[in-house]
C-alpha cells in the first residue's frame, strides 16, 4: 500500500464495515505506523482500482520472534467470493515474513480476532491454519472469538 491508496482503501473500509466511522482516520494512522503495521492492497487488474486491503500488526513490540495479529481484512463487496480475501492473506503474509527477515526476526504466531458468528473464520482457517482458543462475551457488538496458529512454519 502507497500514501496515495489511503482514500481509496478508507472507501472500501466505509462499505465493508459500516459500523465503524472515521475510516478516512483510521486507515491513515494505521498506514503511519510502519513498520509495526504493514498494509497491503488488491487492485482490479482490468481497472487498476482498489477492491480490498490487509493490515497486520506485530504485537509486543519488535523481538527475534513474532507474534504478527491480521488486525483487519476487508474485501468491497462486489468482489467478495472471488479469491481475493485468500490471495491478499497469503501474499502479503509472504511479503511481511521477508520484511521480518531483514529485520532479523522470524514469525512465530498468527493471531486473528473476529466476531463468533463471522463466515471469515472459514477463510482463516484455510489460509492461515488458526483454530479458536478463546471466545470473549459481547466484546463490541456481539462476541470475539480469538484464533491462533502457534510455531508457524515457512
Known amino acids: 500500500m502507497f500514501l496515495d491508496d489511503i482514500s481509496a482503501v478508507a472507501e472500501v473500509h466505509k462499505k465493508v464495515f459500516s459500523r465503524q466511522q472515521y475510516s478516512q482516520e483510521w486507515i491513515e494512522c494505521n498506514f503511519q505506523a510502519f513498520p509495526r503495521t504493514q498494509m497491503f492492497v488488491a487492485e482490479d487488474e482490468n481497472s487498476n482500482a482498489i477492491v480490498g486491503y490487509i493490515q497486520w500488526i506485530q504485537k509486543s513490540g519488535f523481538r527475534p520472534e513474532v507474534v504478527l495479529e491480521l488486525e483487519q481484512i476487508a474485501v468491497a463487496p462486489e468482489y467478495q467470493g472471488r479469491g481475493v480475501g485468500s490471495l491478499l492473506i497469503l501474499s502479503s503474509l509472504s511479503a ?16 486473528v480476532t473476529t466476531r463468533a458468528d463471522n463466515a471469515a473464520q472459514r477463510l482463516y482457517r484455510k489460509t492461515l491454519s488458526v483454530e479458536i482458543e478463546a471466545t470473549i462475551g459481547n466484546l463490541f457488538s456481539a462476541d470475539e472469538v480469538i484464533m491462533i496458529v502457534r510455531n508457524v512454519q515457512d
Do not use: E, M, R
Open 96 to 111: 511481511v515474513k521477508q520484511h521480518l527477515a531483514a529485520w532479523n526476526q522470524k514469525l512465530k504466531h498468527v493471531i
